[in-house]
Nanobody, 121 residues
Framework: VQLQASGGGLVQAGDSLRLSCTASGSTFGNYNIGWFRQAPGKERAFVAIINREGRMKYVADPVKGRFTISRDNTKNTAYLEMNSLQPGDTAVYYC???????????????WGQGTQVTVSS
């Protein structure tokens, strides 16, 4: 499966963004989809995961209550809705696909190219 993340940009603190992860090349509904982010000089960090049917979701503590993960299998697309953005959310955001419902980056077999999110104070 090929993944393409989009929707990043430069926003001010308190603003919202919605990232999209569009899949092609394979049956999107076969995969659990995760979002990760990597800030400059830091390791890639888990953000959220959603299972194949969209019934199970988990969001990491640092963004819980502000970020929401969802998917629309009819559109081969997953989303990361980000609200109340803070400068600390500045990072490159990646979507990834896995057969397993896990949080570790090494568990994900397929990765998109990343989209930059920059939050100014």
């Amino acid at each position: 499966v090929q993944l393409q993340a989009s929707g990043g940009g430069l926003v001010q603190a308190g603003d919202s963004l919605r990232l999209s992860c569009t899949a092609s090349g394979s049956t999107f509904g076969n995969y659990n989809i995760g979002w990760f982010r990597q800030a400059p000089g830091k390791e890639r960090a888990f953000v959220a995961i959603i299972n194949r049917e969209g019934r199970m979701k988990y969001v990491a503590d640092p963004v819980k209550g502000r970020f929401t993960i969802s998917r629309d299998n009819t559109k081969n697309t997953a989303y990361l809705e980000m609200n109340s953005l803070q400068p600390g959310d500045t990072a490159v955001y990646y979507c990834a696909a896995t057969w397993k419902y896990r949080q570790g980056a090494h568990e994900f077999e397929y990765w998109g190219q990343g989209t930059q999110v920059t939050v100014s104070s």
